[in-house]
C-alpha cells in the first residue's frame, strides 16, 4: 500500500483483483499510508508516514515528507481517490489511522509531526473544525454520545494527556493527566462504562467518567 490501494477477494483462497487499483500517491514530496478504516463504501486513511522510525518520545518534529499530510478516501466500488489537507504543512507524519463517524458525516484526521488535529465532511470532505493538539494514538469514538477520545502531549512537562472531544464542534469536553512520560501510538480501548484504557509504551491507565454526586 506504498503507493497504491490493493483490492484482494476471499473465496477459500486470498487473490489479487487485478481489476482495483487507486493510486493515492500522486504529489511531489508524498509518503505512504497507514492503517484502512472501512466504512460509508470507503476506505479511510492518513498519509505521510515516512519518519515515523525517528520517534523519540514524541513524533512531533520528525516528519520527512514536503507535501503535507491528508486525509485519503478511496470509494470502495469505483476507485475513486479524495484528500484532504490536514493542515497544510510540510514535515506531517502518523502513524495510525483515522476516525469515522457515519451517523454524524464526520471524519477526524490528524497530523502527528505538527500536531494538528482536523474534522471533515463524509461527503465533501469540506473541513469542520481545526485544533492544535499533539496526538499520536489510535482514535476512540463512543457512538451514541458523539465523544472522541484523543491524547495530548504536553512536552513541557512531560505528560500525556487524555482529551475528550465533541467529534462534531472539536469542542474540547474533558482532559486528564494520565502519568505517561512519553507520546503514546498505541492502541487504547473503551471499558464497560463511560471508561477507557489507555496503553502505552510505560503505563497502563484507566479513566473514567466520575458522577458528580460522587465527586
Request: glycine share 10%.
Amino acid at each position: 500500500m506504498t503507493r497504491a490501494c490493493l483490492r484482494v477477494r476471499w473465496d477459500g483462497l486470498l487473490s489479487l483483483d487485478d481489476a482495483f487499483s487507486a493510486r493515492y500517491r500522486t504529489l511531489e514530496g508524498q509518503t505512504y499510508g497507514w492503517d484502512c478504516v472501512l466504512a460509508a463504501g470507503a476506505a479511510w486513511f492518513l498519509d505521510n508516514g515516512d519518519g515515523s522510525e525517528q520517534y523519540t518520545g514524541t513524533l512531533r518534529g520528525h516528519g520527512q515528507s514536503t507535501a503535507p499530510l491528508h486525509l485519503v478516501r478511496v470509494d470502495l466500488t469505483s476507485g475513486a481517490v479524495a484528500m484532504s489537507e490536514i493542515c497544510g504543512l510540510p514535515g506531517g507524519l502518523v502513524a495510525n489511522p483515522p476516525v469515522v463517524d457515519e451517523r454524524r458525516r464526520v471524519a477526524v484526521g490528524y497530523d502527528t509531526g505538527n500536531g494538528r488535529m482536523a474534522a471533515f465532511d463524509l461527503d465533501d470532505l469540506t473541513p469542520r473544525w481545526q485544533r492544535e493538539q499533539d496526538h499520536g494514538s489510535h482514535l476512540i469514538l463512543f457512538a451514541d454520545t458523539g465523544e472522541l477520545v484523543t491524547n495530548d502531549f504536553d512536552s513541557s512537562r512531560g505528560v500525556e494527556q487524555v482529551v475528550v472531544l465533541d467529534i462534531v464542534t472539536g469542542t474540547e469536553l474533558a482532559r486528564v493527566d494520565h502519568r505517561e512520560p512519553v507520546q503514546s501510538v498505541l492502541f487504547p480501548t473503551p471499558g464497560f462504562d463511560r471508561d477507557v484504557y489507555v496503553c502505552s509504551f510505560t503505563t497502563v491507565s484507566r479513566l473514567a467518567v466520575v458522577p458528580p454526586w460522587l465527586l
